[in-house]
């Protein structure tokens, strides 16, 4: 199978070298020189510095050259550039080929969550999304780690599950795809109140009341948006909510923890190699809360935050709940 990675940051060179293993893949990487280090040397310096990638991987800053002939195709481009790259990419694509999504969150003004997007672009393809608590640096470690495909296609799910399975990563099916992509986005800005804790000094209880009731968040909106409130307690949901929040190799916990140190977003953003997809996805969840009449504490403060509107010293404490909020079942 001819497989094509879209997106050369640390998460897409980390699939792209995970199935090369066993298939014939090929990274797109916009930077040339990103491409070159993976052909000549193995390595992607920039995005996951000191591992070394599977020798069979091939890279190419040539979208139709990575993209034509194709059987399976794997975007790993941020929400920002998502829309563009794909559309530039459909007129290359073979029609039926499975395009499974990398990305962890929501696309601006529409309010659409990746598939959806995949959908309105490429319609007629088989769709899903690869989610779950995948720490990039950890993968290619060879640690052990759990994903989840989330496809309404469960004969198209065994594909893909297939495709992706490799030693100790192991990919589970989901059929909730509401819920599987809205855990991704949304456990991104949780991420980023738990790193504003971790800034602050507030200590490990604090955090856990706000990755707690981060969690009712999620489960809040998932369900009003037609998810399933159980695939929030599993690897789409709670394990990759712990995961961000805690690990040192979180890019949404790293900025929170910058800010909760006082320094400026654009300063934390600029130094930055990747994207921190909870930054942008805070607004769009209170844009999808209000319709749906729901009050989302925790990304209301982070959006304040991120907008400048309040210092993350004088305001984490609101993202506790108040005493009088019931605590879900």
């Known amino acids: 199978m001819k497989i094509a990675v879209l997106g050369g940051g640390s998460w897409g060179t980390t699939v792209a070298s995970l199935v090369a293993h066993h298939h014939d893949t090929v990274l797109w990487a916009r930077n040339p020189e990103v491409a070159r280090t993976v052909n000549e040397d193995h390595e992607n310096p920039a995005y996951v510095p000191g591992f070394s990638l599977d020798p069979a991987l091939t890279a190419t800053s040539d979208l139709e050259a990575a993209v034509c002939?194709?059987?399976?195709?794997?975007?790993?481009?941020?929400?920002?550039?998502?829309?563009?790259?794909?559309?530039?990419?459909?007129?290359f694509m073979r029609p039926w080929i499975p395009v499974v999504s990398l990305s962890k969150g929501?696309?601006?003004?529409?309010?659409?969550?990746?598939?959806e997007v995949i959908k309105q672009v490429v319609p007629g393809h088989p769709?899903?999304?690869l989610t779950g608590p995948n720490i990039a640096y950890e993968i290619l470690s060879g640690k052990a780690a759990a994903a989840v495909i989330a496809t309404e296609d469960l004969e198209v799910a065994s594909a893909i599950q297939a495709v992706f399975t490799r030693g100790v990563f192991r990919v589970y099916i989901n059929d909730d795809v509401v819920g599987c992509e809205l855990g991704g986005a949304l456990k991104n800005v949780i991420a980023i109140a738990a790193g504003i804790g971790e800034?602050?000094?507030?200590?490990?209880?604090?955090r856990a009341a706000v990755m707690s009731r981060g969690l009712a968040e999620l489960i809040r909106l998932g369900e009003a948006m037609g998810a399933r409130p159980a695939t929030f307690a599993g690897l789409a949901g709670m394990g990759d909510l712990i995961a961000t929040c805690v690990s040192p190799y979180s890019r949404n916990r790293r900025v929170g923890e910058q800010l909760g140190k006082g320094r400026q977003l654009e300063e934390i953003l600029d130094e930055m190699h990747m994207v921190a997809e909870g930054v942008n996805t805070a607004k769009v969840a209170l844009e999808l809360a209000e319709r749906h009449g729901l009050d989302l504490p925790i990304c209301r403060m982070i959006d304040k935050v991120v907008k400048g509107e309040i210092q993350p010293i004088d305001t984490y404490w609101g993202l506790t709940p108040a005493?009088?909020?019931?605590?879900?079942g």
């Open 69 to 91: 002939g194709a059987d399976f195709l794997v975007m790993g481009v941020p929400t920002s550039g998502f829309r563009r790259v794909l559309e530039d990419a459909a007129p």
């Open 106 to 115: 929501l696309e601006r003004g529409s309010h659409l969550r990746m598939t």
């Open 127 to 129: 769709v899903a999304a």
């Open 199 to 206: 800034g602050l000094g507030v200590g490990d209880n604090t």
């Open 323 to 328: 005493g009088h909020e019931a605590e879900p």
